[in-house]
């Protein structure tokens, strides 16, 4: 019995400190902002840049490349503080001349994210007001990226788009990333050298075997929460 509940002890705090290695940090970051694109006049933000041949590129034919450098705003109006810009290929992607598949960058270039960056791909449907699209990746304070970006049609007026643009990003980051600070790196070597250590020594101070239990599980969730 008690030699059973000795060994029941030990995988439970090794259990509980594989979890605790295997943990990661989360963050969730959700920003609102406005994106303004200008297709025509001298604030022209987008061009067309390459398409089929004997045919007019435009918004409507497929095939046509466009590059585009469009500005974020904290505000609807373009007179609100600037938060970053848009810099994209987008192409016409259906036949109908419908769809538009989009790569695109978010470059943060005021404020606490300044320097960093968003990716994010997927379709544009020009049947729609709302349009989502995937994060697939980040820079600097967006590492580790994933999540999704909705862009909604606030007013298109000769030309002049403006939308608002939701981020919802979700960050997943290792334990064992260098760049953070105050998260406690374990080495699998020394795990398995001070599990057995732990234990040696707990079963030397605690005859009864019920006391060794209660003991490893009461360490076995200090260090859970600690880690986490």
Same mark, same amino acid.
């Given at each position: 019995m008690a030699k059973g509940l000795a060994i029941a002890s030990l995988q439970i705090l090794s259990v509980l400190l594989l979890a605790s290695l295997g943990q990661s940090k989360t963050l969730f970051t959700n920003l609102t902002m406005y994106l303004h694109e200008f297709q025509s006049?001298?604030?022209q933000s987008i061009f067309p840049v390459a398409g089929l041949p004997n045919v007019t590129w435009g918004f409507g034919q497929f095939g046509t490349v466009f590059v585009d450098d469009n500005i974020f705003t904290q505000g609807v109006s373009i007179e609100s503080a600037l938060v970053g810009r848009s810099q994209a290929i987008p192409v016409v992607a259906s036949l109908d001349g419908n769809n538009t598949a989009l790569a695109? #960058?978010?470059?943060?270039t005021n404020g606490k994210y300044k320097g960093s960056t968003v990716e994010f791909k997927g379709i544009a449907l020009r049947s729609v007001d709302a349009n989502e699209f995937a994060i697939i990746g980040g820079t600097k304070q967006f590492r580790y990226a994933t999540g999704y970006i909705i862009f909604e049609l606030v007013s298109a007026v000769g030309g002049y788009i403006i939308s608002r643009v939701d981020l919802y990003i979700r960050q997943d980051i290792p334990d064992d990333y260098p760049g953070q600070d105050g998260i406690e790196i374990f080495s699998l070597q020394n795990f398995s050298i001070h599990t057995f250590h732990l234990y040696y020594l707990i079963d030397r101070a605690y005859a009864?075997? #019920?006391?060794r239990l209660r003991i490893l599980l009461r360490l076995g969730g200090g260090i859970k929460q600690e880690s986490g």
């Open positions: 006049g001298d604030a695109a #960058t978010i470059l943060f009864n075997p #019920t006391e």
